[in-house]
């Protein structure tokens, strides 16, 4: 890479992108690497402050932040996940297909680490679209040594694959909704509607639903039910709290499944309980996921969708980020509420 005066560059090819920004209304791709100088375009270099400008050498010493941008995106990259051209040193990566975004945070801040390398995402578990960008890469200076871009893949090589895509499975759901007060019907079910548009972002498949009394062994039974015909999800809504009546928790302990936890430090949402039947993830869900916009189910039923076995530190390390400020206007997913760098 050569520097040159602007006054002696006409007639050389650029060697890199260069940028022009309009203060409070645009940024932009001014001049484009392999453009050759001509003299009209002096002016317009020195009226964006340039004096010197790069001309490119090859060196095979040395990686152009073009091509290094675009091999930090390829080696980083995983499944779901596509990158385009590089533009003004940067390389982007955006999202095959729907689904839950993951990141390899140890591998990514190892990246980091590295002398002039840049490599920015979203946070880790996600929920990303089609077509969203996830990440974008680049590199400090306009070229950077071999040597360094051989650590950088050799780290992702190690962590492989640093970022991917989960896509969501269409999981035949079922619930379970306890309470006597429901059942006998003196109190209307509000559970259904809520779940049913809960699950179907994810292509959740409703399966049914069943009513039943404040009885353990009820509950336990029509868990073991909806298992035995395929479901491949169960919620168990209300009967969640510490009162007397509430038999939720003991009926999931019942049925046979491992509690991963029960009582998230996560708010609302706190008394949330998540188990297994084998493969199945049976989540017990407090009633206040009737009134609160987003609460624990929130943040798991994504996870789940993406066949991601849950465990208990997971639930743990929610806690840092695990507070919903519940703002007026509601930008979940984005906003603080249940993220964390553990992963």
Not at 30 to 41: M, N, S, Y
Not at 154 to 178: E, G, M, R, Y
Not at 199 to 215: E, L
Not at 296 to 323: C, K, N, Q, W, Y
């Amino acid at each position: 890479m050569r520097k040159v005066p602007v006054e002696e560059a006409v007639g050389l090819t650029l060697g890199y992108d260069i940028t022009k920004i309009v203060p409070g209304r645009e940024k932009y791709r001014a001049f484009r690497r392999g453009q050759v100088i001509g003299p009209e375009d002096i002016p317009k270099l020195k009226d964006i402050g340039k004096e010197h400008i790069y001309i490119w050498d090859p060196d095979d010493d040395m990686v152009h932040e073009d091509d290094a941008a675009l091999r930090l995106a390829q080696c980083a990259a995983g499944p779901g996940l596509y990158w385009g051209e590089p533009n003004q040193g940067r390389v982007n990566l955006k999202a095959e297909y729907a689904g839950l975004l993951k990141v390899q945070v140890d591998g990514l801040n190892m990246l980091n680490n590295l002398e002039d390398i840049v490599f920015a995402t979203l946070h880790n578990d996600r929920v990303v679209v089609e077509g969203q960008t996830v990440a974008g890469t680049r590199v400090v200076p306009v070229a950077v040594e071999q040597k360094l871009m051989q650590e950088a893949e050799k780290i992702c090589t190690d962590k492989t694959p640093i970022l991917s895509v989960k896509p969501f499975k269409p999981l035949w759901t079922a619930v379970v909704t306890t309470g006597t007060e429901v059942n006998s019907g003196r109190i209307k079910d509000g559970f259904a509607g809520v779940i049913r548009n809960k699950i179907a972002p994810y292509s959740g498949r409703w399966m049914g639903q069943v009513i039943v009394p404040d009885d353990p062994e009820l509950i336990s039974l029509e868990i073991h039910n909806f298992v035995a015909e395929g479901a491949q999800l169960v919620i168990v809504t209300g009967g969640m709290s510490v009162d007397a009546d509430d038999a939720t928790p003991q009926a999931i302990r019942k049925s046979g499944a491992e509690v991963v936890f029960y009582g998230a430090p996560i708010l609302p949402g706190s008394q949330f309980m998540l188990a297994y039947q084998g493969h199945v993830p049976i989540c017990g869900v407090p009633g206040g996921a009737l009134f609160s916009r987003k609460t624990t189910l929130d943040l798991l039923l994504p996870r789940i969708f993406a066949e991601d076995r849950i465990e208990r530190s997971d639930i743990v390390a929610m806690g840092h980020g695990g507070l919903c400020e519940e703002c007026k206007q509601c930008h979940f997913p984005q906003c603080p509420f249940g993220k964390t760098t553990v992963h």
